[in-house]
């Protein structure tokens, strides 16, 4: 069983940054992709970036890319997600996510909810204008 804890989410001002961190149990953090998505109100979980287990490679939706960064950190089983330039549309509900089974990262399987076993409580994120 994995557990996903999710912190650093809050309330900023649009141009501000956050770091979101994620720890995991389980001795095996270092086998696992992982994923960070989004829910905003009354909308869809959406994607917002993956790193896989080597921290080789890593993808991130449209809306983020350039502005968000993602990493990782197997020592601490953490996975984190910096955020930069934020922007009111970023507003949500921030979760990790985890992909126990040991393979190649590759995007369409980054994208997609169903390919990760564990999942996060999720933390807020409320950016104001």
């Known amino acids: 069983q994995v557990q996903l804890v999710e912190s650093g989410g809050g309330l900023v001002q649009a141009g501000g940054s956050l770091r979101l961190s994620c720890a995991a149990s389980?001795?095996?953090?270092?086998?696992?992709?992982m994923g960070w998505f989004r829910r905003a109100p009354g909308k869809e979980r959406d994607f917002v970036a993956a790193?896989?287990?080597?921290?080789?490679?890593?993808y991130y939706g449209d809306s983020v890319k350039g502005r968000f960064t993602i990493s990782r950190d197997n020592a601490k089983s953490t996975v984190y997600l910096q955020m930069n330039s934020l922007k009111p549309e970023d507003t949500a509900v921030y979760y990790c996510?985890?992909?126990?089974?040991?393979?190649?990262?590759?995007?369409?399987?980054?994208?997609?909810?169903?390919?990760?076993?564990?999942w996060g409580q999720g933390t807020q994120v409320t950016v104001s204008s």
């Open positions: 996510a985890a992909d126990s089974r040991r393979r190649p990262l590759v995007i369409a399987q980054a994208m997609d909810v169903t390919v990760y076993d564990y």
């Open positions: 790193i896989s287990w080597t921290g080789g490679s890593t």
């Open positions: 389980g001795r095996t953090f270092s086998n696992y992709n």
